[in-house]
């Protein structure tokens, strides 16, 4: 999927089920998140609507039960989220983000050598 569509806050916590487990009915969908959130059968039905309008899940009709998919992946919708979140607010400067990141966070000798591996990957590729 070229360009995943924005997904809410509120829309994230019905994608967070699917991609843990699918399909998942509407009504174990509505269970999960009445009890996680105190969301309204009719808010989660809403939000349901909405991810499939814009392409992000698709349902099954099965026996009286709907059972829904996630169309986009996590993968998919982190790159968007990421790209969205560095373009806003450091425009698109990878090295500024890094280097603000490195900063302030404290790492382990191991995140250091992860993250040094990472770049010497990169820099071959």
Known sequence: MNNPPHITDAELEVMKLLWQKEPLSANEIILKLTEQMQWSDQTIKT???R???KNAIRFEK???NYLYYPLVSYEDYLK???R???DRVYNGAVGM???K???EETLSEKDIE???QLLEEKKKS
């Open 47 to 49: 939000f349901l609507n």
């Open 51 to 53: 991810l499939h309008k």
């Open 62 to 64: 099965s026996g009286r």
């Open 80 to 82: 968007t989220e990421n």
């Open 84 to 86: 969205s979140f560095l």
């Open 97 to 99: 983000l890094f280097a």
């Open 101 to 103: 990141f490195l900063e």
């Open 114 to 116: 992860e993250l040094q």
